[in-house]
């Protein structure tokens, strides 16, 4: 059975997510910000998305631009866990994965490190 948790207490647990980031990869971080959103509306069951262009990718004419956005999806991450312990651990893992493709990790080695 999904967990039924308010939408306050789900951003705070992406803010707490976000303080466990290591502050040297908190400071490198540069024009990104993360955004609680219920779903994804073209695919529904994604656990979180990285729009933007990843650190690794960025050349000298990048600038001007909208910062990057990490969407973290309510809905999903509720219906996968079946205690509060497992949406703490879920948000973690997913916010955790999508700065990393901010840093330019693909999937393939996230999901080598443990970060699927």
């Known amino acids: 059975m999904p967990v039924e948790m308010s939408a306050a ?8 997510a976000l303080d466990a980031v290591p502050a040297e990869f908190a ?8 955004l609680v959103e219920d779903h994804n509306e073209e695919t529904p069951g994604i656990l979180g ?7 690794t990718e960025r050349t000298s004419s990048y600038g001007g631009v909208l910062p990057d956005r990490i969407s973290i999806y309510r809905a999903p991450i509720l219906a996968l866990c079946a205690t509060e312990e497992q949406v703490v651990e879920e948000v973690l893992i997913t916010v955790v994965h999508e700065i990393a493709h ?5 999937d393939a080695r996230l999901h080598e490190l443990g970060w699927g």
């Open 9 to 16: 207490r789900f951003e705070e647990l992406v803010g707490d």
């Open 102 to 106: 901010h840093f330019g990790i693909d």
């Open 27 to 34: 400071e490198a971080m540069d024009n990104v910000v993360v």
């Open 49 to 55: 998305l990285y729009h933007g262009i990843a650190l």
